[in-house]
């Protein structure tokens, strides 16, 4: 009987930054009620899905040796969940070329996860639709329905409900990349040690920065830009605040802590000033690496052929 290979299927999954990262207090299930708004950036995970005998993680690119390959990363967890959901084993090879910074405050894993999802979706021809996806996600990580969602967002609970914004044009990031990265669970500790300690400031509602998505202007939108997150990132790496001075002094309209960190995002006013904020940061000496790259773009999706070569 003549059988039919499915090819690879190949799925690219968007980084992310955190416009505004509000932060509440310590829930009892450990996690912190959030309030914040994501947007999708060009910096991606490209992953590679084809079937094999046994279920097996391979990692290239970005950061690779520091990524596991066994049931530790999210993917496997997510090819687990997806096979048992689908009632079948889950006998896939995934091969991932990471952009995105490995624990560098960009949701690179949930990143991973959500490919990892879409891509079984398509290569087990299972129907899932995108709320269905979508539950899987939030199951496996905080920010993995997010980087399913992609574009622009508001994100509420444990950061997995999300609302979609209006954002009008393309907006321009240059990424400063740390040398060690920051796990995310210590950044959220530090700031309930620093919040038992004193009161450092809390972010209001983003109401005005949403506007500001909607005006599509990147001018009224940087002093707007905050996360809660960054006094316990810059707290657990104090040479984070050279790294931001370096970023606005090289003409950017501002910077803050991506996330939990340590990966600080610099908003420049065209894709020109990204280009030369980024070249004068490469040469300051403030962080390992230095990317540029625009948002919003659409959450993980399956690339055709063409595309992927
Ligand atoms: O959801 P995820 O597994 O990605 O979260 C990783 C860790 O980040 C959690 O175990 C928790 O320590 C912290 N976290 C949190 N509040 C959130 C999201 C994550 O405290 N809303």
Same mark, same amino acid.
């Given at each position: 009987?003549?059988?039919?290979?499915?090819?690879?299927?190949?799925?690219?999954?968007?980084?992310? @930054?955190?416009?505004?990262?509000?932060?509440?207090?310590? *829930?009892?299930?450990?996690?912190?009620?959030?309030?914040?708004?994501?947007?999708?950036?060009?910096?991606?995970?490209?992953?590679?899905?084809?079937?094999?005998?046994?279920?097996?993680?391979?990692?290239?690119?970005?950061?690779?040796?520091?990524?596991?390959?066994?049931?530790?990363?999210?993917?496997?967890?997510?090819?687990?969940?997806?096979?048992?959901?689908?009632?079948?084993?889950?006998?896939?090879?995934?091969?991932?070329?990471?952009?995105?910074?490995?624990?560098?405050?960009?949701?690179?894993?949930?990143?991973?996860?959500?490919?990892?999802? @879409?891509?079984?979706?398509?290569?087990?021809?299972?129907?899932?639709?995108?709320?269905?996806?979508?539950?899987?996600?939030?199951?496996?990580?905080?920010?993995?329905?997010?980087?399913?969602?992609?574009?622009?967002?508001?994100?509420?609970? *444990?950061?997995?409900?999300?609302?979609?914004?209006?954002?009008?044009?393309?907006?321009?990031?240059?990424?400063?990349?740390?040398?060690?990265?920051?796990?995310?669970?210590?950044?959220?500790?530090?700031?309930? *040690?620093?919040?038992?300690?004193?009161?450092?400031?809390?972010?209001?509602?983003?109401?005005?920065?949403?506007?500001?998505?909607?005006?599509?202007?990147?001018?009224?939108?940087?002093?707007?830009?905050?996360?809660?997150?960054?006094?316990?990132?810059?707290?657990?790496?104090?040479?984070?605040? /050279?790294?931001? /001075?370096?970023?606005?002094?090289?003409?950017?309209?501002?910077?803050?802590?991506?996330?939990?960190?340590?990966?600080?995002?610099?908003?420049?006013?065209?894709?020109?000033?990204?280009?030369?904020?980024?070249?004068?940061?490469?040469?300051?000496?403030?962080?390992?690496?230095? /990317?540029?790259?625009?948002?919003?773009?659409?959450?993980?999706? @399956?690339?055709?052929?063409?595309?992927?070569?």
């Amino acid at each position: 009987m003549l059988s039919v290979v499915p090819s690879p299927v190949v799925v690219r999954a968007p980084s992310k @930054v955190n416009l505004h990262l509000g932060v509440g207090d310590l *829930r009892p299930d450990g996690y912190h009620d959030l309030t914040t708004v994501f947007q999708a950036l060009s910096l991606a995970d490209d992953l590679e899905l084809a079937p094999s005998a046994s279920l097996t993680v391979r990692v290239t690119g970005e950061g690779a040796a520091q990524v596991p390959t066994d049931r530790a990363n999210l993917v496997w967890k997510a090819a687990v969940r997806l096979a048992h959901l689908a009632g079948r084993a889950p006998l896939v090879e995934i091969a991932i070329a990471k952009g995105i910074p490995v624990a560098g405050g960009m949701a690179g894993g949930s990143a991973d996860a959500a490919a990892a999802l @879409v891509g079984l979706n398509e290569l087990w021809d299972l129907g899932m639709g995108r709320d269905e996806l979508s539950e899987v996600a939030a199951e496996l990580g905080s920010d993995v329905p997010f980087a399913l969602h992609g574009g622009t967002a508001l994100g509420t609970g *444990r950061g997995e409900r999300l609302l979609p914004v209006l954002s009008r044009n393309t907006f321009h990031w240059v990424l400063a990349l740390a040398k060690d990265g920051l796990s995310t669970p210590s950044v959220f500790r530090e700031l309930d *040690r620093l919040r038992a300690e004193g009161e450092p400031p809390r972010l209001g509602d983003p109401q005005k920065l949403m506007q500001a998505l909607a005006a599509g202007d990147p001018r009224t939108l940087a002093p707007l830009l905050g996360n809660d997150l960054q006094a316990a990132a810059l707290s657990l790496k104090p040479e984070l605040r /050279r790294t931001l /001075r370096a970023g606005v002094g090289a003409g950017a309209l501002a910077g803050l802590v991506s996330g939990s960190g340590p990966t600080c995002a610099f908003l420049c006013e065209t894709e020109e000033a990204a280009i030369t904020v980024a070249a004068e940061l490469a040469g300051a000496g403030v962080c390992r690496s230095v /990317r540029t790259a625009s948002g919003p773009v659409p959450g993980a999706r @399956v690339l055709d052929a063409e595309t992927h070569g």
